[in-house]
């Protein structure tokens, strides 16, 4: 069974010494988001993911969901999991005190779910699941729907979900069918087929609170007839009991390939009781503010199963002996030595290292950007940290979990044979991993929306919020000594995204397809060139921390190791993703659909 | 349920107008090898995939293996297609004739497993393990082995393994412990555990012919004291048929990430009675042979399974109806296009098939070597082409399962969410495709191969079989205005790939670090090159049918579009290996094992 261990030095080291969240404490609500909360939280979770949750990773995977007479199951001990989560206050963890929530920093919360993640995916997704639904709520419903439903949404009595695809529409939802009639009492008739519903019915909470996209009678055609409605299981009494039934029921669950213990549900609703959560008609303004946090939340689940599997692969590669280094017998009194002496098994270690930390680096900042749009006292600031926000969201989505996926396949690889038998975990991790890259958006879409919204909006500002602190950074740095072998890849790698931005900015004018071609290696490219300024960052810390002098010299001179893998390993693919990207769109569209 | 139509027009292509192997009737054997028997030999097999092992893959997917009391049950249907096809002589196509075989040509019997594979890789594992068997005892077992064994494999009749991994050793071999005490009547008696073996028990045929590596009693440590012995579950009586139950049995099945329909088993042997095969203490010799054979047929999976995700996801993209081409409505008839308009959709699709046809041109290259090492009447011809096959047989099982691996990924990635889902059974494709990679010597271990043996055999030997055609290739057709568009890149990634072989070869003599750091890398730089050899080798063939006129215009199109397109997005990777390889070996190593 796979073992883990939070890695809670590297995320104090990512939190307070590289971002500084200690400075989070001037904006309002966040006075008491001191070192101590920050220890504390971050501990008491991980006892949480080590100790409760995964233990249930595995079974639940075998075990998976049942489905009967439109009763979901959940794996053995997924309910009191579920409790105990819920009754430490673990759901909604940044959420508004005024419901009953901790209202502690984004960042903080984000550090927490990944250790969820990392120790149980598909359990996250109920809680990940209710996070979205409270997220709508708190935007963009009443304050009636939201003292109705959020404290009870808080304390996971009630579950969330998202009902956004239908059979024939997931990524255009603009064709979307599911239709609401007016009733007399203000409230809709919904009806319609939903598919892909994560945690659409389970047996964790005493109700459900479906946010589902549907089409008002007589609204137009297309995304701007779409109007968001809460649907709940059980309608909610005015005393806030639970009433009847709703219109709403699990018609089945599918069979996937992983995530197996979380379900995902076809959801039938036939004249079910719905309530417009915002304006009739603005329905995909509002699912995008849940998609959008969903999005980097999806990437985090990239990031935490690279996490785990490497811990696993680096643990079996310092146990498995099998041959000789190529230097000579490291361990000449026993039989062969450890397979980590091997520099093929360090390549693959090194990878996942220097993504794993790389990526949470990213990540970290990006939700720390979302604390300080919503809280910074000054406006031009909460302005920029939502630039920056939006233009990274696609960028960590896709990118954390491609690069995710790689890594935990280098973690199974690791394990030769024994990471295909199941018994070893190593190959739920891929499978599980394997959705990351399609739901919320596929990568593909990632990338339309990186190259087709974020780079052209408002003529380029959101763009200047990444590219402007990088080439400071470049400015300061270049001629730093201790960082010069850090800054002068960067530069270079930064160079070819200004190119390429440039290259996409001027062809993709005269035809679109140039910068449709270009999307999903432009992304990749964003995505290295984000991590490397990421790891020069982190470089910068630990040079300092080194120099200054510390007792935890070992633990920064990974730090610029990996930093130095990741330089000269990883960010060279920038080369060929720029020769990639300036062939053009005529390679790829050259051949009539028919020919293939 | 995937469909599946094999890819008739590519393989004549590749075999009759680039190979050429027609000329193969010439050899001693093959004088029926013409274009009829290769027509009748390719459509009678596609009818065997298509009809009887495509229904079974996914049904033999959720069925699985089943074991009880020693007995393992193959999914409902396996049974009797096994026997449709041993009875239709598909097992060892290319085996000697004097034994029942069809004699026929090794290349020819590549194109003809491709099929099985793509249809039903699970099913395909069973006829392959007992031509793994039938290899060995062809070139290693003495006259009377051959006489008691071949014909039964050859028919099918019985079954073949070979043992080799052990519970503490899978590539390091010299560590393996099954014992094999001499008796008085020339046989042994073998003791020991051996794991992960393919088709080890079921009840396909009346008997299983295990080949077992073990070491004799007082032979040296290490891999120069193991042997090979032939030990039958059920022993030979002398007029051949079946005698006493041996020591040999089934302890349990592993449960599998996928290509859950092959039996991978523990046998355990207790004193089984074990005959030597060749000499003592030359096992491993013997061993290679079969696993030369076997890597290559492991690349070939990693192919198959591409082509028949390819068909799926290209069929999907054509009818799944999602958003509007950039470029305005293709059908603004319908309330979407179908998302093969999107260009990261094509990105996907003609990135798959690039991988698919480019490998399999390199795959038949590599297996009419192998033809041309057994039959050429010239010596110097029959080592030049068995260099060849040494040096690219690692080259063909890394790059192809590598890539493999990437291509059914893109495959499931066209389908979105409902790639995931298990009815569509494309994820079956990345679950089956995933062990490609691990087992016949993982692609870390090919690389090792590559490096620490092709590359420096003979002082080099086996490269020039390799770069001096190409060079010759790249000389011949330099002017060629047709051909510039694919010769130019080709001889930047060879001056790379020069530029490469000869820092490993430099750095590697200073310190086997250096080359064991860059050998994936090299690898996987060596497979872009003789993929794009294979390209510029397939346009060449297609330019000169366009020019001189053809009914079959489009196919021949579509050759030099696909071509084109390898050059412009695959090829420049090359660029970023070039870079990583000679970054050395320190930023792999820096970390202490205790760092990890």
């Known amino acids: 069974m796979p073992s883990y261990r939070a890695p809670l030095r590297d995320m104090r080291f990512q939190l307070e010494e590289v971002l500084g969240i200690e400075s989070l404490r001037n904006l309002p609500g966040f006075a008491d988001a001191g070192g101590d909360l920050v220890a504390a939280v971050l501990g008491e ?64 919360a984000t550090a927490v779910s990944e250790m969820m993640i990392s120790a149980n995916m598909a359990f996250s997704t109920y809680p990940g699941l209710i996070a979205g639904a409270i997220e709508a ?207 093929d098994v360090r390549r693959m270690l090194m990878t996942m290292r220097a993504f794993t930390e790389g990526g949470r680096a990213l990540l970290l900042r990006t939700a720390l950007a979302i604390d300080l749009a919503h809280k910074d006292a000054d406006a031009e600031a909460r302005r920029d940290a939502e630039d920056y926000a939006a233009l990274l969201t696609p960028v960590v989505k896709a990118t954390l979990t491609d690069l995710g996926f790689e890594s935990v396949n280098l973690g199974l690889q690791c394990f030769g044979g024994a990471g295909y038998i199941r018994e070893t975990g190593m190959e739920q991790f891929v499978r599980d991993a394997r959705i990351t890259q399609i739901y919320e958006g596929t990568s593909g879409i990632q990338a339309l929306d990186l190259v087709g919204r974020k780079l052209p909006a408002h003529t380029g500002r959101y763009l200047r919020q990444f590219f402007h602190p990088l080439d400071r950074f470049l400015q300061d740095e270049m001629a730093n000594p201790a960082l010069k072998e850090f800054v002068s890849p960067l530069a270079r790698a930064f160079a070819r995204l200004q190119q390429v931005t440039a290259w996409i900015g001027e062809e993709g004018l005269k035809d679109p397809e140039q910068a449709g071609a270009a999307a999903a290696d432009y992304l990749r490219l964003f995505g290295l060139v984000a991590l490397g300024h990421a790891w020069a960052g982190m470089a910068k810390v630990a040079a300092e921390r080194l120099a200054s002098g510390t007792a935890e010299a070992p633990f920064y001179t990974a730090k610029l190791a990996t930093a130095r893998f990741f330089m000269a390993k990883m960010l060279p693919d920038t080369a060929a993703l720029q020769a990639r990207i300036t062939a053009g769109a005529a390679p790829v569209m050259a051949l009539a659909a028919e020919a293939f």
């Not at 609170?209 to 055609?221: D, Q």
Request: hydrophobic content about 40%; some cysteine; glycine content about 14%.
């Open 137 to 343: 709520i708190s935007r963009h419903g009443s304050a009636a729907q939201k003292r109705t439903y959020l404290p009870r949404l808080f304390k996971g009595e009630w579950g969330g979900t998202m009902n956004l695809t239908e059979p024939h529409c997931g990524t255009d939802l603009g064709l979307l069918r599911t239709r609401a009639e007016p009733r007399a009492d203000g409230s809709y008739a919904i009806t319609g087929t939903k598919i892909f519903i994560s945690a659409g019915e389970h047996d964790l909470t005493d109700n459900i609170i479906h946010l589902v996209l549907a089409r008002i009678a007589g609204a137009p055609a297309g995304t701007r007839g779409i109007s968001l409605f809460i649907v709940p299981k059980y309608l909610v009494n005015g005393d806030g009991t639970l009433g009847a039934r709703n219109g709403v029921a699990c018609g089945s669950i599918e069979h996937k390939m992983g995530l197996r213990a979380s379900a995902t549900c076809v959801m039938n609703y036939e004249d079910a009781t719905g309530f417009l959560i915002g304006e009739a008609n603005r329905g995909m303004r509002a699912m995008f503010t849940m998609m959008n946090a969903a999005r980097i939340g999806v990437g985090l689940q990239g990031l935490a199963l690279s996490e785990i599997a490497y811990q696993n692969a680096a643990a079996y590669a310092r146990e498995r002996r099998q041959g000789r280094a190529l230097t000579g017998p490291a361990f000449p009194d026993q039989p062969a030595d450890p397979i980590i002496v091997h520099p």
């Open 45 to 108: 979770s991980a006892k949480i993911a080590e100790e409760v949750l995964l233990p249930l990773n595995q079974s639940g995977d075998r075990e998976g969901c049942r489905f009967a007479d439109g009763v979901v199951t959940t794996p053995a001990g997924f309910r009191a999991a579920f409790r105990t989560f819920a009754e430490g206050g673990w759901i909604g963890l940044s959420g508004d005190p005024d419901y009953g929530a901790q209202g502690l920093p984004y960042v903080l």
